[in-house]
C-alpha cells in the first residue's frame, strides 16, 4: 500500500477517482493538501481549494456559499463554490477538502472505499465551463506523540484539527 499519492484533479471533469485510502492503524492518519487555481466559469475570478480569491480570503460572499442549495455537489454548512470536496467510494457523503483535511479515525476506518475528488460546482449547468487543475497531495502519517492542535475556521464556522 502506498503511503503518500499526487493528483491534479481537473476543474472540468466531476467526481475523479484516486487511489488514496485511509489507514485503519491507531497513531496513523492521514493528510490531504490542495494548491492552485481554477475558475467554476471563465468569466469569473480564479480561486484556490478553499473557492475564494486569492487576497481575498478573509472576505465573505454569501453569493458563493453553497449552503441548503441541493443542485451543488457539497451543500452542506461550509459548502463554497469553486472549493475543493471529497467523498469516500463513488456513492459516499460528500465532505469539504478545501486547502487542507487530516483523518484520524484510527482502527474504525474503512479502507475498502478510495477517494473521490471534484469542484464544488452546480451540476445543473454543467462543468464544461470550469476551467484549472488543482494539485493534491496526500499522505499517511505517524501521530504518536504528536500533539493535536485545534483552529477555528470562522469563514466556515467549523473547527479543525492538525498535528505538527
Do not use: C
Amino acid at each position: 500500500m502506498s503511503t503518500s499519492w499526487q493528483y491534479d484533479i481537473r476543474a472540468d471533469l466531476e467526481w475523479q477517482p484516486t487511489e488514496i485510502r485511509k489507514v485503519a492503524q491507531t497513531g496513523k492518519g492521514l493528510g490531504i493538501w490542495a494548491e492552485g487555481e481554477w475558475q467554476y466559469r471563465k468569466d469569473k475570478p480564479a480561486v484556490g481549494p478553499d473557492g475564494r480569491q486569492k487576497g481575498m480570503e478573509g472576505a465573505l460572499f454569501p453569493h458563493m456559499q453553497t449552503a441548503g442549495r441541493p443542485e451543488y455537489l457539497h451543500s452542506a454548512p461550509d459548502g463554497h463554490i469553486g472549493s475543493l470536496i471529497g467523498k469516500w467510494g463513488a456513492d459516499g457523503s460528500v465532505f469539504k477538502i478545501g486547502n487542507h483535511r487530516v483523518f484520524t479515525d484510527g482502527e474504525q476506518s474503512d479502507t475498502s472505499k478510495t477517494l473521490y475528488l471534484a469542484m464544488n460546482d452546480n451540476t445543473g449547468s454543467g462543468f464544461e465551463d470550469n476551467v484549472g487543475v488543482m494539485h493534491v497531495y496526500a499522505q499517511i502519517f505517524d501521530n504518536r506523540g504528536s500533539e493535536q492542535h485545534w483552529s477555528y475556521d470562522r469563514l466556515s464556522g467549523t473547527w479543525g484539527t492538525s498535528t505538527y
